[in-house]
């Protein structure tokens, strides 16, 4: 397994990848912000939104991969607050 810290070029890359584990995760049930029936322009745009929130330093994108296959991700939001650059929010 390989985890790396996506950028924004990682994730235009990776576009269908990311898009396909979304759309997977909602099929299955999770409650991540999207409903059925799964509209994938809604699921693109939110990964374009997120690597607008990555260049911005607003959250980092990390990513596991089994042989060049993206396997999962997890988002951490990085805390806006001056007095608190070690805290963090992680979401799945």
């Not at 990311?18 to 409650?31: E, I, M, R, T, Y």
Request: proline share 4%; hydrophobic share 45%.
């Amino acid at each position: 397994m390989k985890i790396e810290v996506f950028d924004r070029a990682d994730i235009s890359l990776h576009l269908e990848q990311l898009s396909g584990l979304l759309a997977d995760a909602v099929n299955q049930g999770a409650l991540v912000g999207h409903i059925l029936p799964l509209d994938m322009n809604a699921v693109e745009h939110y990964w374009h939104d997120v690597a607008i929130s990555v260049v911005a330093g607003e959250r980092l994108l990390i990513c596991a991969s089994v042989e060049n296959k993206l396997v999962g991700t997890v988002q951490l939001y990085l805390s806006p607050e001056p007095n608190a650059p070690h805290r963090g929010e992680a979401s799945g």
